[in-house]
């Protein structure tokens, strides 16, 4: 596994974190987002990760977002296994995407791992995605990390004219980030009520493996 999850019970909730196993950093989340293949096009599939921590030195106390992995393809079963892969690296619980495109069949025919909207998802423009990506690439607010990704490249060649009118979908990878970040930016986790308390063995703070 790239991260490790922990869980501990604080005020009847369970709160979740992911440790990372290369560097030690720590996420309150990880989504993975996929962009199906367009005309000659690719699909492209991404996982982002959220800090767990705010960081109190920018205005608002935003969290940061780290692209941990990423993969182009124009083969969906090729897609399915990198994304049963990712799954089990980085423990997500699903991908997001939009499930009412036609490759959906083709993936439907693998099973094992579920494909979920993300919120408000007939909103989610690319106009709206370039925002987001705009609000957290600035100069005071440098908080969208991309590491060695593909993506800067496909946003660097993004028109004006194109972000305006071309829809997401004809652009798989701004389309995979999209349904990530912008469920991020607009959905908090959510922590699951206490039902039964469980004993395991804790560590430091409380937490415990999961």
């Known amino acids: 596994m790239a991260v490790e999850r922990r869980e501990k019970i ?7 974190k ?3 196993q290369n560097n030690g950093r720590v996420y309150r989340r990880l989504l993975c987002g996929l962009g199906w ?4 096009k690719p699909g492209f599939v991404v996982v982002l990760a959220e800090d767990f921590d705010r960081d109190h030195s920018i205005e608002h106390s935003p969290r940061h977002y780290w692209v941990m992995a990423e993969h182009e393809s124009d083969d969906i079963e090729e897609f399915h296994r990198v994304c049963l892969k990712f799954q089990s690296e980085y423990l997500f619980e699903n991908v997001l995407c939009d499930y ?4 959906y069949d083709l993936w439907s025919q693998y ?3 579920e494909l979920c909207k993300p919120y408000d ?3 989610i423009t690319l106009n709206v995605v370039a925002q987001l990506i705009r609000k957290n690439t ?3 607010r440098k908080t969208l990390h991309f590491g060695d990704s593909q993506l800067p490249g496909y946003l660097a060649n993004l028109l004006p004219d194109e972000i305006e009118n071309k829809r997401l979908d004809h652009n798989p990878p701004i389309a995979a980030l999209g349904c990530v970040i912008s469920e991020m930016e607009r959905v908090k986790p959510i922590r699951l009520k206490v ?3 469980r004993s395991f063995p804790q560590g430091p703070g409380g937490w415990m493996e999961s």
Do not use: L
């Open 37 to 40: 293949p367009y005309a000659d």
């Open 138 to 140: 600035s100069k005071t």
């Open 18 to 20: 992911f440790v990372d």
């Open 111 to 113: 099973g094992e791992i």
């Open 121 to 123: 998802s007939e909103n």
């Open 195 to 197: 039902t039964k308390r």
């Open 100 to 103: 009412e495109n036609p490759a």
């Open 10 to 16: 604080e005020d009847d909730e369970v709160i979740v």
